[in-house]
């Protein structure tokens, strides 16, 4: 089993590390800095990076991390030509061996249209998924690049995954999130208690990630848009149809107008 630690970069992202307590990969290097200071202080080798798009906050710190160390540089298919430092494209159904574990490449169109993720599924304890700015924890990425039909169809991608997976975001937006989830679900027990539960991590300064696909599956409203209650909330707001698809393009458009008041 490889460790999976998340190192805080930038505002508010998150460098994923994997090791096996002496080969490291990371994913979505914003800035090279935290990496480097982690590989020294746990001797670890860098030996390969996973990006899942082309977003400067998750690729900014490839160049100076390929710099030090040869590194395989996994990136979408089409980034060798736009991200600096991809030496592997990688495409959907893709299979990485890396540090000795399978991990599958998954397209995640929506938030930009180059976006991918990665899934291990013997990493960590009950495998873990690295999705970038597609699916957060009680929240998903904005639309970028690509639509709502796209966006819908990644995340019902994800959600497929098994309940104990890690998912790995790539930013810190729970709080803001879970603001929003309560909006549309104010009786929503599990969300209530997760939110009471975030408050005292991000009170200590603590990162509320990885979340699991089965908390999000009872939290996440973009995961939710069959749940009766939630399809009440999206119709009040304006949702034309109660299809899945209707009522994601509704939450989407609800969460990029809505104002924390906290
Ligand atoms: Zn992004």
Same mark, same amino acid.
């Given at each position: 089993?490889?460790?999976?630690?998340?190192?805080?970069?930038?505002?508010?992202?998150?460098?994923?590390?994997?090791?096996?307590?002496?080969?490291?990969?990371?994913?979505?290097?914003?800035?090279?800095?935290?990496?480097?200071?982690?590989?020294?202080?746990?001797?670890?080798?860098?030996?390969?990076?996973?990006?899942?798009?082309?977003?400067?906050?998750?690729?900014?710190?490839?160049?100076?991390?390929?710099?030090?160390?040869?590194?395989?540089?996994?990136?979408?298919?089409?980034?060798?030509?736009?991200?600096? $430092?991809?030496?592997?494209?990688? =495409? +959907?159904?893709?299979?990485?061996?890396?540090? @000795?574990?399978? #991990? /599958?490449?998954? !397209? %995640?169109?929506?938030?930009?249209?180059?976006?991918?993720?990665?899934?291990?599924?013997?990493?960590?304890? $009950?495998?873990?998924?690295?999705? =970038? +700015?597609?699916?957060?924890?009680?929240?998903? @990425?904005?639309? #970028? /690049?690509?639509? !709502? %039909?796209?966006?819908?169809?990644?995340?019902?991608?994800?959600?497929?995954?098994?309940?104990?997976?890690?998912?790995?975001?790539?930013?810190?937006?729970?709080?803001?999130?879970?603001?929003?989830?309560?909006?549309?679900?104010?009786?929503?027990? %599990?969300?209530?208690?997760?939110?009471?539960?975030?408050?005292?991590?991000?009170?200590?300064?603590?990162?509320?990630?990885?979340?699991?696909?089965?908390?999000?599956?009872?939290?996440?409203?973009?995961?939710?848009?069959?749940?009766?209650?939630? %399809?009440?909330?999206?119709?009040?707001?304006?949702?034309?149809?109660?299809?899945?698809?209707?009522?994601?393009?509704?939450?989407?458009?609800?969460?990029?107008?809505?104002?924390?008041?906290?």
């Amino acid at each position: 089993m490889l460790n999976i630690s998340c190192l805080p970069a930038l505002s508010d992202n998150y460098i994923w590390m994997l090791d096996n307590g002496s080969d490291a990969l990371v994913v979505d290097p914003g800035e090279a800095v935290p990496v480097l200071a982690e590989i020294e202080r746990r001797r670890l080798q860098l030996t390969a990076i996973l990006l899942t798009h082309h977003h400067g906050d998750h690729v900014d710190g490839v160049p100076a991390l390929t710099a030090r160390d040869d590194v395989d540089v996994y990136g979408p298919t089409g980034s060798a030509a736009t991200i600096p $430092g991809v030496t592997c494209e990688v =495409g +959907d159904g893709a299979e990485l061996e890396l540090l @000795g574990q399978r #991990f /599958e490449v998954i !397209a %995640v169109p929506g938030h930009t249209l180059d976006h991918i993720a990665y899934y291990g599924a013997q990493a960590g304890a $009950g495998g873990a998924l690295f999705c =970038g +700015d597609t699916l957060f924890s009680a929240g998903c @990425g904005r639309l #970028f /690049e690509g639509t !709502a %039909v796209q966006m819908h169809a990644s995340l019902q991608r994800l959600a497929a995954l098994p309940d104990a997976t890690a998912v790995c975001c790539a930013h810190e937006y729970t709080s803001s999130n879970l603001a929003f989830a309560v909006s549309v679900e104010p009786d929503n027990e %599990v969300l209530a208690r997760h939110r009471a539960a975030c408050r005292v991590l991000r009170a200590a300064d603590q990162p509320t990630l990885p979340t699991t696909l089965g908390l999000e599956r009872q939290i996440n409203p973009f995961l939710r848009c069959a749940v009766p209650t939630v %399809v009440a909330k999206a119709l009040a707001q304006g949702c034309v149809g109660d299809t899945e698809l209707a009522v994601f393009t509704r939450l989407r458009l609800m969460k990029d107008g809505f104002q924390m008041l906290t």
